[in-house]
């Protein structure tokens, strides 16, 4: 039940292509879902963030998609860039615990 | 503002040593969130300390084991080391245990047990 299952493991899109990255969760006491992206060699990054209160936030390319009767959410990248190549995570928490259960990771190859 | 800073960077043990790893959070955080980083097993939490308490605890053995000092540093300690203990340890801080506060990683320690 605390599991965050994320898909597809790796994605390859070309340069101003549209990155979907999907993820799913079971334990219905999560109620903050953060994306991170990290770069070889370096700690993971917040990108951007949700609540279950509200269904779709957008942060410049980035943006979450949050479907709570169906217990998932998606992170969209428009107009991917080179730049965006890195390994993404989904992760969930709860309030009473700030411990994040991350999904296993997605590897993003935006070809030039 | 510095970020986190994760001591050693790299680190190889053998068998049945133990190993210590530092955290320094960002100044003014007083919650530290501990990470292992494994490609099999991919993120998992370890454990979270706020204000030198242990506040959460993840699915891992005893051999885990963790502290945070009155300057909100923190350590973590393995002992007696397993092959399988061969990951990326991440450790993460934030300014308060609030759900929605930001944790901010550090470049993790990587550590390899022959």
């Known amino acids: 039940q605390q599991q965050v299952k994320q898909s597809p493991q790796s994605l390859i899109v070309q340069k101003g292509g549209i990155s979907i990255i999907n993820c799913a969760y079971e334990n219905t006491a999560f109620d903050y879902f953060p994306w991170y992206q990290q770069f070889p060699g370096k700690g993971p990054a917040l990108l951007i963030a949700?609540?279950?209160?509200?269904s779709e936030k957008k942060e410049g390319r980035f943006t979450i998609s949050f479907n709570k009767s169906a217990k998932q959410f998606s992170l969209h990248i428009m107009d991917s860039q080179p730049g965006d190549s890195a390994t993404y995570f989904c992760a969930a928490s709860t309030s009473n615990t700030g411990k994040l259960i991350f999904g296993q990771g997605t590897t993003l190859q935006v070809k030039p | 503002k510095a970020g986190v800073t994760q001591t050693p960077r790299y680190l190889i043990k053998t068998r049945g040593q133990q190993v210590t790893l530092s955290c320094s959070p960002i100044s003014g955080h007083r919650s530290v969130s501990w990470y292992q980083q494994t490609p099999g097993q991919g993120l998992q939490f370890l454990f979270e300390?706020?204000?030198?308490?242990?506040?959460n605890k993840g699915n891992f053995p005893g051999r885990f084991s963790g502290r945070q000092f009155s300057n909100s540093r923190s350590e973590m300690n393995v002992s007696t080391l397993e092959l399988g203990d061969s990951a990326l340890y991440l450790c993460a801080s934030s300014l308060e245990r609030s759900r929605e506060e930001t944790q901010y990683f550090g470049p993790g320690t990587r550590l390899l047990v022959l």
């Open positions: 949700i609540r279950p209160d509200v």
């Open positions: 300390y706020f204000s030198e308490t242990q506040r």
